[in-house]
């Protein structure tokens, strides 16, 4: 059962519970989004779909404070990145009205004779299943293209973000879409299995643990329902060469705390080639470990708190999992409750259990290998392949390592470089579709073949 609740991770105060919803109201809320599929998709035309998803962009940003304040109540993300996150979705929204019109045109086939072309129509009714991470951005980068498309939303936002889900529910009705369009459901997990199992669901989007998508993946190709996961990912960060080491520690150290080092692409990783490890390292441990948690409400925090004593426990016990098992830990304070300091592990050997975890939180592992052959050897020995960034001034070297890295994305001499113009999505056991940019409109859609003679 699903437990609805924000408790601010900072003061580790209840701030609010929300009832599950009935099995009674679920069962109206599937009926209304499936009733308002088919005139949404048929009655507005992709132009008039996507001028309220572009509203909905602007409400982000009208009353971006406000969704920020909430953000840092609910996850502990310091209010600085809150206001980030609600603006990158501000774009999101409208890249994606602007992009629509375009990537949703017929595509015409040439043929000897005849005429042929592929029409995008909607699928129906999508649940959406969100994470705690990025309570904004995971629904935008879901929710845009999808309305867009024709589609409509059964939106299940993480038991700890109840106050985001009601806010951005508000935020779609206010921008003018129909009842039933956009519909946020406090479901539990056993509720979100048979909305994915009935007949008037036509695909799941899940964002979250790689458990959760196993799960997910499970039921739906049981029922043959059209999914994309956006799992767990553990980045490599190669350093190859470098003509300014300060600059590539600095964005080292910041692809790792963002957000706390609770993204699935954050730069977790860091593999250094042997000519520049012993430089890198002392400055990179130095830097990283003297950044203290502090207030996410106060402008100038960089780190705050993690989004709960569950996940901060859970972090310290892998730390001791993986000096137990022969790596090295430098931090230069102690855990204090939800408030996690930066901890850098070195001398982490492949047969070490941490060697292919995750680490979800401001702990980065060095590595020192010889040459670019051995630092690509261990940037794909992952059972996970979402980002990575390459660091080296030779364009020729970036772009054949670049080739050579099983991720789906890769960054070359730049961090938190994320747009809306570019696809997300990654392979292996970080999941499977395409978010953002124009591939975000190839999933969820039907590429309907009509021929004429």
């Known amino acids: 059962?699903?437990?609805?609740?924000?408790?601010?991770?900072?003061?580790?105060?209840?701030?609010?519970?929300?009832?599950?919803?009935?099995?009674?109201?679920?069962?109206?809320?599937?009926?209304?989004?499936?009733?308002?599929?088919?005139?949404?998709?048929?009655?507005?035309?992709?132009?008039?779909?996507?001028?309220?998803?572009?509203?909905?962009g602007e409400l982000h940003a009208e009353?971006?404070?406000?969704?920020?304040?909430?953000?840092?109540?609910?996850?502990?993300?310091?209010v600085g990145e809150a206001l980030g996150e609600v603006d990158f979705c501000a774009d999101i929204y409208r890249y994606t009205a602007e992009s629509a019109p375009s990537c949703l045109a017929d595509q015409e086939i040439p043929l000897p004779a005849g005429e042929a072309l592929v029409r995008s129509a909607p699928l129906g009714v999508l649940l959406g299943i969100m994470p705690w991470n990025y309570p904004a951005y995971q629904v935008a980068r879901f929710a845009a293209p999808n309305l867009a498309i024709g589609n409509t939303i059964l939106l299940k936002h993480a038991p700890q973000c109840p106050q985001s889900a009601a806010f951005l529910e508000q935020l779609f009705a206010d921008a003018g879409f129909p009842a039933g369009a956009y519909t946020n459901i406090y479901a539990s997990n056993d509720q979100a299995a048979r909305l994915?199992?009935?007949?008037?669901?036509?695909?799941?989007?899940l964002t979250g643990s790689e458990r959760a998508g196993r799960a997910v993946a499970e039921l739906a190709g049981r029922h043959l329902k059209k999914v994309v996961l956006e799992l767990g990912g553990s980045d490599p960060f190669l350093l190859l060469a470098s003509d300014d080491l300060d600059a590539v520690v600095g964005q080292a150290v910041a692809a790792r705390l963002d957000n706390a080092g609770q993204a699935c692409n954050a730069a977790k990783r860091i593999i250094v080639v042997d000519d520049l490890y012993d430089e890198f390292a002392e400055r990179f441990v130095r830097e990283f470990t003297a950044v203290e948690p502090a207030d996410p409400t106060e402008p100038a925090t960089v780190l705050g708190p993690l989004s709960s004593t569950e996940a901060a426990d859970r972090l310290e016990d892998q730390v001791r999992s993986a000096v137990a098992h022969g790596a090295t830990v430098h931090r230069k304070a102690q855990r204090r409750g939800t408030f996690f300091p930066p901890v850098v592990l070195t001398d982490l050997a492949p047969g070490n259990p941490a060697h292919h975890e995750e680490f979800f939180g401001p702990v980065a592992v060095l590595y020192r290998v010889r040459d670019e052959e051995e630092a690509v050897a261990v940037a794909n020995d992952t059972p996970f392949g979402l980002g990575s960034y390459v660091f080296t001034p030779d364009r020729e070297q970036a772009v054949r390592v670049a080739d050579r890295l099983e991720a789906g994305m890769v960054f070359v001499n730049e961090v938190g470089a994320e747009g809306a113009e570019l696809p997300f999505g990654g392979v292996k056991r970080s999941g499977t579709g395409r978010e953002l940019g124009h591939l975000a409109f190839n999933e969820f859609v039907n590429k309907k073949m009509i021929r004429s003679a």
Do not use: C, H
């Open 63 to 78: 009353r971006r404070r406000e969704f920020a304040d909430i953000i840092v109540r609910e996850m502990g993300k310091p």
């Open 196 to 205: 994915i199992a009935d007949p008037r669901t036509a695909g799941v989007s």
């Open 1 to 56: 059962m699903s437990r609805y609740a924000v408790t601010n991770p900072a003061t580790d105060e209840l701030v609010q519970e929300v009832p599950t919803i009935t099995d009674e109201a679920l069962e109206r809320a599937l009926d209304a989004s499936r009733a308002a599929q088919s005139s949404w998709a048929r009655e507005n035309t992709v132009e008039q779909r996507s001028a309220l998803v572009a509203r909905v």
